[in-house]
């Protein structure tokens, strides 16, 4: 059983750019969770992706996007990057949109300058 | 009313020693209240979890103490080791669209 694995590892991108996330959720897991983690923050919700629809949304603009892949992995894309999306970006797979078990993966680090 | 307020930002205790973080909550329609373990450079990891019907739960060192009616919640560390020293955070979650709220987090240093 594999765990849930993000690439990258880091980024830094430019303000004005675009960049896209990508998550594998862990295997037999059908629901992909994204969470912006501020430096010395708790993770902050963005979205949720349940078996390629997405099933909830946090307090984010509709720059930020996702999509789930029929394999279940998924991509989080945000357009327009402002320094504050400056973060690291976490995502969760569980089995069903509930928050039981859901394990996250190690992040990615977006640096926008 | 979203919010789930945690305290201290910091903590500093003895190995050996009893580590205590608490949380405090608004909205009454959470229903599940876990919390996570996070290291340096890693993702948060499920710690423990408690639904509100009860009010302890304990696993190992690790021990919930729920107080429905102060909307409140802590998590207790005993025999605290120096592998312990991690960020944890405490959450909370009410069916709303897959929506898990976090604390700020705390910073648990265990000296030896």
């Known amino acids: 059983e594999t765990g849930v694995t993000q690439s990258p590892t880091h980024l830094i991108k430019t303000r004005g750019q675009q960049v896209t996330l990508r998550c594998s959720s862990q295997?037999?897991?059908?629901?992909v969770s994204w969470y912006q983690q501020a430096l010395g923050q708790g993770p902050q919700f963005i979205f949720q992706?349940?078996?390629?629809?997405?099933?909830g949304r946090g307090n984010f603009p509709p720059r930020f996007s996702g999509l789930q892949f029929p394999n279940y992995s998924s991509e989080l894309n945000v357009n327009a990057l402002e320094l504050d999306d400056s973060a690291l970006y976490l995502c969760?797979?569980?089995?069903?949109?509930?928050?039981?078990?859901?394990?996250f993966g190690p992040g990615t680090r977006l640096t926008v300058t | 009313q979203q919010q789930v307020k945690q305290s201290p930002q910091s903590l500093i205790v003895q190995k050996g020693g009893i580590s205590i973080i608490n949380c405090a909550y608004e909205?009454?329609?959470?229903?599940?209240f876990p919390w996570y373990q996070q290291f340096p450079g890693k993702g948060p990891a499920l710690l423990i979890a408690?639904?509100?019907?009860?009010s302890e739960k304990k696993e190992g060192r690790f021990t919930i103490s729920f107080n429905k009616s102060a909307k409140q919640f802590s998590l207790h560390i005993m025999d605290s080791q120096p592998g312990d020293s991690a960020t944890y955070f405490c959450?909370?979650?009410?069916?709303?669209?897959?929506?898990?709220?976090f604390g700020q987090g705390t910073e648990l240093s265990v000296k030896p």
């Open positions: 959450a909370a979650w009410g069916n709303q669209g897959g929506k898990l709220i």
């Open positions: 969760a797979s569980s089995l069903g949109p509930t928050p039981y078990e859901q394990y």
């Open positions: 992706y349940y078996r390629e629809e997405e099933n």
């Open positions: 909205n009454t329609a959470f229903d599940y």
């Open positions: 295997s037999g897991h059908n629901t």
């Open positions: 408690i639904r509100p019907d009860v």
